[in-house]
């Protein structure tokens, strides 16, 4: 899973928590570990929410400052399901 690299240190730090994402198909898995910076974040909950369902709050919680600047970052490609993404930072030494 990436992140754009000013919502990167947030992660890391425990700030954000959630990410809002489109995809075709999801890209990752319930418990499942990826990389970012010098650890991992662990996917804690993994949810298929309609378009509509996405707030100017759960934006905000994934470091955006409106829901229009997620909705310029996620609708990069061609997915059109949407998921709701939430995870840990697990820092190195804590279980990597």
Same mark, same amino acid.
């Given at each position: 899973? /990436?992140?754009?690299?000013?919502?990167?240190?947030?992660?890391? &730090?425990?700030?954000?928590?959630? &990410?809002?994402? *489109?995809?075709?198909?999801?890209?990752?898995?319930?418990?499942?570990?990826?990389?970012?910076?010098?650890?991992? *974040?662990?996917?804690?909950?993994?949810?298929? *929410?309609?378009?509509?369902?996405?707030?100017?709050? /759960?934006?905000?919680?994934?470091?955006?400052? &409106?829901?229009?600047?997620? /909705?310029?970052?996620?609708?990069?490609?061609?997915?059109?399901?949407?998921?709701?993404?939430?995870?840990?930072?697990?820092?190195?030494?804590?279980?990597?």
């Amino acid at each position: 899973m /990436m992140f754009a690299k000013a919502l990167r240190e947030r992660v890391r &730090s425990g700030e954000i928590t959630t &990410s809002v994402r *489109i995809w075709l198909t999801p890209r990752v898995r319930l418990g499942g570990r990826y990389r970012l910076l010098d650890g991992h *974040i662990e996917v804690t909950r993994l949810q298929e *929410i309609d378009l509509a369902d996405v707030t100017e709050a /759960m934006a905000q919680e994934g470091g955006f400052a &409106s829901l229009a600047a997620l /909705m310029d970052t996620a609708r990069h490609g061609r997915g059109e399901r949407v998921f709701r993404v939430d995870f840990v930072f697990v820092a190195p030494g804590d279980g990597t």
